[in-house]
């Protein structure tokens, strides 16, 4: 099973921080990694997929980068909506998932 | 409008059964993968199961094999989750996933369902 370490588990940030969350996987997954955006009571929201692209609709300030076993996800200026849990998730070999990072006001 | 909606979820006892259902809506269901993705309270996501597109080729989290079965009716555009053997440690939200590009695995789930509620206790 590929394990996905992502870091930190939670983060305090200001509206306009720029915030970086990285995500390693035990091994290489190319790039095949999304990150996605999950907020209280609510279905996960795909924001960035095979690990730099960015999905539909999705404002420009997210981004990500990586590729084999190191990836990193960016929001470049933190939105009051921003506040919410991250995931990455490989799909390389089946799925699994980051911990998550919440991150905080 | 692509829409998911996941159904029967319930309290349950240790040792229990039950089956969820995923209705799918606004595309060609009988194209697409499905996954099921679950998330016990206050915790993170887990994978626990994938179909292909025809129901012909399945695969599970080690922590559900054996006790788990997912299908699908792409008459009825439905996926289901028949757990089995319910243990406490099953208790989370259960989403439902579909995979974005039509008859691709390698492909990001961009369309969820916004869950249903199974609990297993005494």
């Known amino acids: 099973d590929i394990q996905m370490t992502q870091s930190p588990s939670s983060l305090s940030a200001s509206v306009g921080d720029r915030v970086t969350i990285t995500c390693q996987a035990s091994q290489d997954i190319v790039n095949y990694l999304n990150w996605y955006q999950q907020k209280p009571g609510k279905a996960p929201k795909l924001l960035i997929y095979?690990?730099?692209n960015l999905q539909a609709g999705v404002p420009s300030r997210f981004s990500g980068s990586g590729s084999g076993t190191d990836f990193t996800f960016t929001i470049s200026s933190l939105q009051p909506e921003d506040f919410a849990t991250y995931y990455c998730?490989?799909?390389?070999?089946?799925?699994?998932f980051g911990g998550g990072t919440k991150v905080e006001f | 409008e692509v829409q998911l909606v996941e159904s029967g979820g319930a309290l349950v006892q240790p040792g229990g059964s039950l089956r969820l259902s995923c209705a799918a809506s606004g595309f060609t269901f009988s194209s697409h993968w499905m996954h099921w993705v679950r998330q016990a309270p206050g915790k993170g996501l887990v994978w626990v199961s994938r179909s292909n597109y025809d129901g012909s080729s399945t695969s599970y989290a080690d922590s559900v094999k054996g006790r788990f079965t997912i299908s699908r009716d792409n008459a009825k555009n439905t996926l289901y989750l028949e757990m089995n053997s319910l243990r406490v440690e099953d208790t989370a939200v259960y989403y439902c996933?579909?995979?974005?590009?039509?008859?691709?695995?390698?492909?990001?789930?961009?369309?969820w369902g916004q869950g249903t509620l199974v609990t297993v206790s005494s």
């Open positions: 095979d690990a730099s």
């Open positions: 998730q490989q799909y390389d070999t089946l799925l699994s």
């Open positions: 996933g579909r995979v974005s590009q039509e008859l691709e695995l390698l492909s990001p789930i961009d369309y």
